[in-house]
């Protein structure tokens, strides 16, 4: 059976250089802790665990001057100021794309722009981006960008992960009533490449196995598009291979989510080719 793997795939830049901050760091101290997990995938979070990372929720369970690595999708505003209180040494993990989309919102807010956010409202990156300006709007989809208020002068900018069809059809919507709009396009382009290069795969083997947590969002819509072409899995690790499930199969395409460690992969690899 051969085995092919999709063009892109795996981490993205974002979450490798977290990752990547993260082990420097464990090599040198412990413990190190995370806000929420650094990345959704439980085999990494738990590896990292035993090497001396600690997940903590709240501010209160982080000792005063330890280390603290920031998510590639950012922290809020007061989570970081409760950190400096603390005296705490936070190591910067947020991707700088994430960063621009920062940037440029407090560029559009000191400029006199009713400042948007593309995104949705409950996601870590949004949160961390609405936290750091005065009255920022959220908006998720088109029916919402119809409903507010005739603003005189707009800034939008956008959630690193959007597509970019969903941030069209908002603006269009909101270019009806508003005259006066700067937008940025602060979209990252990492998601999309994954998804395009999945499906290109699909269409040339004669199955899918698509590997990531089963919590992850990038994973799971991997795994959705490519189930719309071929037949497809969706696993963690290698260890959910079935081997009966590949009779007949002669080509057998790849992709992991932006979360998914190159070692689990590879694991995942060597055990296909045994079949
Ligand atoms: S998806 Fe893009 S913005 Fe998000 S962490 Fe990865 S590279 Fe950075």
Redesign the pocket.
Known sequence: MEVILAKNYGF????RRAVDLLENELGRTNPVYTFGPLIHNQQFVDKMAEKGAKIVNELEDVKERSIVISR??GLEKEIIEGLKNKKVTIIDGV?P??NLVHKKALELESDGFQTIIIGEKDHPEVKAAASYIKNPLIIENSEEAKKIPNFERIGIVVQ??QSQQNVIDIVSALIENIKDIRIFNTR?S??EERQNAAVELAKIVDKMVIIGGKHSGNTKRLYQLCFEVKPSIHIETANELEKDEFKNINKVGITAG?STPQYIIDEVIETLKTF
């Not at 993205?12 to 979450?15: A, K, W």
């Open positions: 993205c830049f974002g979450v590639a999708h991707c794309f994430v690193t992960t990252c990492a998601t932006a």
